[in-house]
T-cell receptor, first 113, second 117 residues
Framework: AQSVTQLGSHVSVSEGALVLLRCNYS??????LFWYVQYPNQGLQLLLK??????LVKGINGFEAEFKKSETSFHLTKPSAHMSDAAEYFC???????????FGKGTRLSVIA | GAGVSQSPRYKVTKRGQDVALRCDPI?????LYWYRQALGQGPEFLTY????????KSGLPNDRFSAERPEGSISTLTIQRTEQRDSAMYRC???????????????FGEGSRLTVL
């Protein structure tokens, strides 16, 4: 079975500082991995997706994530946090096929001015 | 509309009542998913459809929960004899097609928040 673990339910960074949100996955087959973002009172929105084409994936709003098979990780980063990045971030996994996404518990990102 | 539309946005009901939650997916999207999200948790899979066919209902908690998508577009999630533990945000998402090149690219609605008193 596939699963993801997000380390840290809440991360707080200063505006302009590096953002690092951690995600480790468990999968019996090479997975597809995703990061979704949820702004207050909105639905989840796809941030970026890994499908094995390249290990470093760039997404919207300056975010990127690197797939590291040896570490079973897919951490999300952004060089410089902006106030508008404050949101809930979810890592998700699916094997290649028709199996629906399995989401992590989420990490709430706060950005301090 | 341009996005996934869910109704009602908020539903308060008394224990034992039945509720129906509606989802109108993005036009042309083949796959439709229902997730449930408790406070402080990630979305938990309930069921999904390709067109009108229910492909996987393994996430439905018990037989009080059912879903349909009779014409391959709008879907209804029904909870019978609601219980307090059913209180959660119910999220619908749609995608072009499960298993294709857009696998996992889901478009979510804003959700229906259910409160069972």
């Amino acid at each position: 079975a596939q699963s993801v673990t997000q380390l840290g339910s809440h991360v707080s960074v200063s505006e302009g500082a590096l953002v690092l949100l951690r995600c480790n996955y468990s999968s019996s087959v090479p997975p597809y991995l995703f990061w979704y973002v949820q702004y207050p009172n909105q639905g989840l929105q796809l941030l970026l997706k890994y499908t094995s084409a390249a290990t470093l994936v760039k997404g919207i709003n300056g975010f990127e994530a690197e797939f590291k098979k040896s570490e079973t990780s897919f951490h999300l980063t952004k060089p410089s946090a902006h106030m508008s990045d404050a949101a809930e971030y979810f890592c998700a996994v699916t094997p290649r096929g028709n199996t629906p996404l399995v989401f992590g518990k989420g990490t709430r990102l706060s950005v301090i001015a | 509309g341009a996005g996934v539309s869910q109704s009602p946005r908020y539903k308060v009901t008394k224990r034992g009542q039945d509720v129906a939650l509606r989802c109108d997916p993005i036009s042309g999207h083949v796959s439709l998913y229902w997730y449930r999200q408790a406070l402080g948790q990630g979305p938990e899979f309930l069921t999904y459809f390709n067109y009108e066919a229910q492909q996987d209902k393994s996430g439905l908690p018990n037989d009080r929960f059912s879903a349909e998508r009779p014409e391959g577009s709008i879907s209804t999630l029904t909870i019978q004899r609601t219980e307090q533990r059913d209180s959660a945000m119910y999220r619908c998402a749609s995608s072009l097609r499960a298993g294709g090149p857009n696998t996992g690219e889901l478009f979510f609605g804003e959700g229906s928040r259910l409160t069972v008193l």
